[in-house]
């Protein structure tokens, strides 16, 4: 792996239940563990869909991580990614072998109906 295309800043975030002072709980994300990655389209053809008769682009991302310990348990259920203050869910998590040296982590824009 080389460290030099490790150029792109990610955070990872952590789906966590909080408490407020009323008591009710709600689950939000907050930052789990900043990294550095490398990113690239999964397909080089330009994918839209439709949805509630609308056309959207399905953005798909695949991030290059180093392996470490805070990643151990990555899964595309308690976590997402933010890239370039846009959220990304994973979609999945390619272990590489199990070698402990890298992570694939594929991701798809998280759609925001506004």
Not at 20 to 42: L, Q
Not at 84 to 107: F, G, W
């Amino acid at each position: 792996m080389k460290i030099s295309l490790l150029n792109e800043r990610l955070t990872i975030q952590k789906n966590s239940v909080t408490v407020d002072s009323v008591g009710n709980h709600k689950n939000e994300w907050t930052d789990y563990f900043p990294c550095y990655t490398y990113a690239a389209a999964s397909s080089y053809q330009q994918k839209e869909q439709q949805a509630a008769g609308i056309t959207v682009s399905d953005d798909e991302l695949v991030f290059t991580v180093r392996y470490c310990s805070e990643l151990a348990n990555l899964d595309n259920t308690h976590y997402r990614v933010m890239f370039r203050d846009e959220p990304y869910n994973i979609t999945a998590v390619d272990r590489m072998n199990y070698q402990h040296k890298s992570l694939k982590i594929t991701c798809k824009k998280e759609r925001r109906d506004s």
